[in-house]
């Protein structure tokens, strides 16, 4: 079964600074990865995802994130933060399975902004 | 914009009561699923419909059920609630089973149960 880690529960960042949100994987082929921000009180909006081919990948609102097959990880960074982007960030494997598409979740990481 | 509307946003009720709590979807997408998000948690998936087709997760307690009485709409009941559920539920629609589609969610429905 695939499972998702996210290590750092909450992290806060000044605005304007560098961000970067790391996830680690299990899943025993070629993952699907993506990762996910909610806002609070809302539902998830998709910041981007990874099937194959080029391991850096761009996203929604200059996110972009890494996958390194050898490390199992797919981290999420942004070069400069906005306040607007506090919120929960979860990273996500899609798998196959016979009766569905399971999307296993990490546990979130909440990023704080400091003006 | 094609999107995911659920309703109620918020929705209060007493230990034991039923509840519904309702979905629909203008993407004409043939997967509908149910999540529940506990506070600081990760999304859990219920269940979810391929078309008309039910699947259940193994651990889905037996107070929660769904129904999708056409495409564009999916039922959440929960039977007879219990502190331990309230929550966010969140509805998310798909075109496919692959593990390549993107879920698409609504804002969510957050209950309370007192």
């Known amino acids: 079964a695939q499972s998702v880690t996210q290590p750092d529960i909450h992290i806060t960042v000044s605005e304007g600074a560098s961000l970067e949100l790391r996830c680690n994987y299990s899943?025993?082929?070629?993952?699907?990865l993506f990762w996910y921000v909610q806002s609070p009180g809302q539902g998830l909006q998709l910041l981007l995802k990874?099937?194959?081919?080029?391991?850096l990948v761009q996203g929604i609102k200059g996110f972009e994130a890494e996958f390194k097959r050898s490390q199992s990880s797919f981290n999420l960074r942004k070069p400069s933060v906005h306040w607007s982007d506090a919120a929960e960030y979860f990273c996500?494997?899609?798998?196959?399975?016979?009766?569905?598409?399971?999307?296993?979740f990490g546990g979130g990481t909440r990023v704080l902004v400091k003006p | 914009d094609a999107m995911v509307i659920q309703n109620p946003r918020y929705q209060v009720t007493q230990f034991g009561k039923p509840v519904t709590l309702s979905c629909s979807q203008t993407?004409?997408?043939?997967?509908m699923y149910w999540y529940q998000q506990k506070s600081s948690q990760a999304p859990k998936l219920l269940f979810h419909?391929?078309?008309?087709?039910?699947?259940n997760e193994a651990d889905t307690p037996d107070n929660f059920q769904s129904r999708r009485p056409n495409t564009s709409f999916c039922f959440l009941d929960i039977r007879s609630p219990g502190l331990g559920d309230a929550a966010m539920y969140l509805c998310?629609?798909?075109?496919?089973?692959?593990?390549?589609?993107?879920?698409?969610f609504g804002a969510g429905s957050r209950l309370t149960v007192l």
């Open positions: 998310a629609t798909s075109r496919t089973v692959s593990g390549a589609n993107v879920l698409t």
């Open positions: 899943y025993g082929a070629t993952p699907y």
């Open positions: 990874y099937f194959s081919g080029d391991t």
């Open positions: 996500a494997v899609g798998a196959v399975k016979a009766a569905g598409n399971k999307l296993t």
């Open positions: 993407l004409n997408h043939n997967v």
């Open positions: 419909y391929y078309d008309k087709d039910f699947n």
